[in-house]
């Protein structure tokens, strides 16, 4: 491998010749060996457009002379393009405050930048990576600004994907509606409710969750861009910090707007640790959901065998036959990480000391995991799973007329006493308490039939 020597304030080091990345990118990528992932695409991107905002804001602002700002508007757009992508190269989880993967973002738009000017790589005393593309910025701004572009980026997606599980479980509330059954409360038989009523429920608790994440996501247009060093806006030319926040909603589309608080920008993370909760809080209500999916298709012999389950796959490489709620068990294990990822977040979250939270890298890594997940599953545990379930009637049915516990609703008709007798005469004969009940001459079947037939 051919190299060549770059420097830095600490130096001169060995870069691979062809490495589009520079002297403080070489140094961390020795340093910062963590996940063994580089940088997600929509951080990438994130930064790539702060710095090309910046680099228009500081030729507007005449901070910067057009020659070296449009060749570095230039090569963010190469990049943009979906070029150099894997000269991105510092782990998702580096230095605080993100400096490395700043400076990783610097050096690379630099040396495209000074290919775009016919200069080689790491000449740059022509167009430098601090000097011109890190001009009016700092880690500080940047790195908090890219946070909240990478994830509205990825809530993008996200708010869809739980869309349509709202739309699969609404389907599955009117398919199911007049399916009665016998609800439960501490796992032990309660009044009859119907199937349908049951999957409303689930419809509401993840709109409500999906309404929690909206909010935040709105948290999240506030952006931290022109603050630089402790929020005070220092080393940026008057005007410049509006044009870079304008420049930066139109390249990506968002609605970003300047936080009014520029010290709260930096040392506060209320708005990613907000949505990292209204994320928990959502992978709650998914987690309940998938849990009760797996009870009540459980059997088909010795379970509850109210539900049937789509086959997506053999349920076992030993028992021939058999059908596992794989996509459920799935869709558990993805909810345990985003319950996970939020305490990760919110420790890194108070985590902060006075004019900065240093945590960010590692906050950010795990709410692009968190939505990645629900981005990547959500559709495919809707559509193969929640859109394939059936109901057993037949078994829902004889639930209903087996369980005692329905003797509730006869109290109101023949006395708490003379109910709790019934209960018992049915436990210990093993007859239903509709048999009892007209046996008895209390009701007729057509009485019994309007309660909870």
């Known amino acids: 491998m051919k ?26 990528i020795q340093q910062y060996k963590v996940t063994g992932n580089t940088a997600h695409n929509n ?41 150099y992508l894997d ?7 580096n230095s605080g405050a993100g400096t490395a993967f700043n400076m990783n973002s610097n050096e690379v738009i630099s040396n495209v930048a000074l290919e775009v000017l016919h200069h080689k790589k790491g000449q740059y005393q022509h167009l430098h990576p601090n000097d011109h593309v890190n001009m009016s910025q700092s880690s500080n701004d940047t790195y908090p ?34 399916f009665k059954k016998i609800g439960r409360t501490h796992l032990m038989d309660a009044l009859p409710v119907t199937l349908g009523k049951e999957f409303e429920a689930y419809v509401t608790s993840i709109s409500k969750a999906r309404n929690e994440i909206v909010s935040a996501q709105k948290e999240l247009q506030n952006v931290a861009l022109g603050g630089t060093a402790v929020g005070t806006g220092a080393n940026t ?13 139109k390249i990506s589309k968002l ?9 709260f920008a930096l040392q506060s993370k209320f708005a990613v640790s907000n949505l990292s909760g209204a994320l928990r809080n959502l992978a709650l ?7 009760d999916i797996r009870l009540m298709a459980s059997g088909p012999i010795a379970g509850l065998a109210e539900l049937g389950i789509p086959a997506v796959h053999a349920g076992s490489s030993i028992m021939p036959g058999k059908v596992n709620p794989s996509l459920a068990e799935c869709m558990n294990m993805i909810c345990f990480n985003i319950i996970g990822n939020d305490t990760a977040v919110a420790n890194a979250a108070q985590a902060g000391q006075f004019e900065l939270n240093v945590m960010l890298p590692g906050m950010l890594k795990c709410i692009l995991e968190s939505t990645d997940m629900l981005n990547n599953f959500l559709p495919i545990f809707s559509k193969n799973l929640i859109d394939g379930l059936t109901a057993n009637k037949q078994k829902l049915r004889e639930d209903i007329e087996n369980s005692p516990v329905i003797v509730t609703l006869l109290t109101p008709k023949i006395g708490y006493l003379k109910s709790a007798d019934l209960f018992k ?11 009892l009940v007209v046996s008895k001459k209390l009701m007729s079947n057509k009485e019994i039939d309007s309660l909870f037939g």
């Open 237 to 249: 030319p008057k005007g410049y910090r509006k044009i870079a926040i304008s420049e930066l909603a």
């Open 3 to 28: 190299f060549r020597i770059d420097q830095d304030s600490l130096g001169k080091i060995k870069i691979p010749s062809n490495a589009y990345y520079g002297p403080f990118t070489g140094r961390a």
């Open 285 to 291: 209500e998914i987690n309940k959901i998938a849990n």
């Open 43 to 83: 951080l990438i991107k994130s930064f790539v457009m702060i710095k090309r905002s910046a680099a228009l804001a500081n030729m507007k602002t005449k901070a910067i002379d057009r020659k070296r700002g449009n060749a570095i508007v230039e090569a963010c757009d190469k990049i943009l393009a979906g070029k």
């Open 145 to 178: 600004t890219a946070m909240h572009v990478a994830i509205l980026m990825n809530l993008e997606k996200t708010i869809p994907a739980i869309d349509i599980l709202i739309k699969s479980l609404t389907k599955k509330s009117k398919e199911f509606s007049s």
């Open 425 to 435: 005469e049915s436990l210990k004969t093993g007859k239903t308490i509709r048999e």
């Open 87 to 93: 000269q991105f190269v510092v782990d998702m989880i």
């Open 255 to 263: 609605p970003v707007k300047p936080e009014k608080d520029m010290q």
